[in-house]
């Protein structure tokens, strides 16, 4: 009589479940195999790494050099930034005071002219009273020609609107013209562009009174 015979075939449920219980412990032990720890720490090794001990005492002798290094730098820096302000400073006074000395150099030099023309004048000997005249109107160009080309330009107002600002009234005139109207100049006035160097001396007319 045979014996009977004992079926190992296992279920394919069963065996896949094995499979993948093997698979998961065999990679759970890869896992804490491919991991070094730290004896003491109990931490991964690659966390020290990453954070190597530093030394945390300073250099203090060291430091302190390198502080009075830079101290002396910034005062030098500091001491050469003065100097270069004060010699700044020196040279725009002595600029300012040659300017206020100098300023009429140009219109000093425009007058000359007329003086060399009045000394002329005065050492001619036997002059009639023509050539007199004609002298003095060419001094009194020369001389006009000088103002005129440093900006002073007459104001003679005769005839027009009392201005205050550039005029000044000496009296009043009763006339038959509009009032506030300059009647009679008794000196020019001059300006300095546009700014009154002499104000004008002048009549101002008014209406005339009734009886």
Known sequence: MSEPRTDTTQEPGTAAAEERSDVATYAQTANETSTPTNAETDQPAGAAADHPPVDTIPD???????????????YDAW??????????????????????????????AALLPVKDSLEAALATENQTVESLREGVALTLRQLTAALENHGVREENPQGGKFDPNRHQAIGMIETDGEPN???????????????????????????????
């Open 60 to 74: 203090w002798p060291e430091l302190l050099k390198q502080a009075e290094r830079q101290a002396a730098e910034h």
């Open 79 to 108: 001491l050469r930034a003065k100097a270069e302000a004060e010699n700044t400073r020196r040279r725009a006074e002595e600029e300012i005071t040659k300017a206020r000395i100098y300023a009429i150099t140009q219109f000093a």
């Open 181 to 211: 109207q300059v009647a009679q100049v008794l000196q020019k006035g001059y300006l300095l562009h546009e700014r009154v160097l002499r104000p004008a001396l002048v009549m101002v007319s008014q209406p005339k009174t009734t009886p």
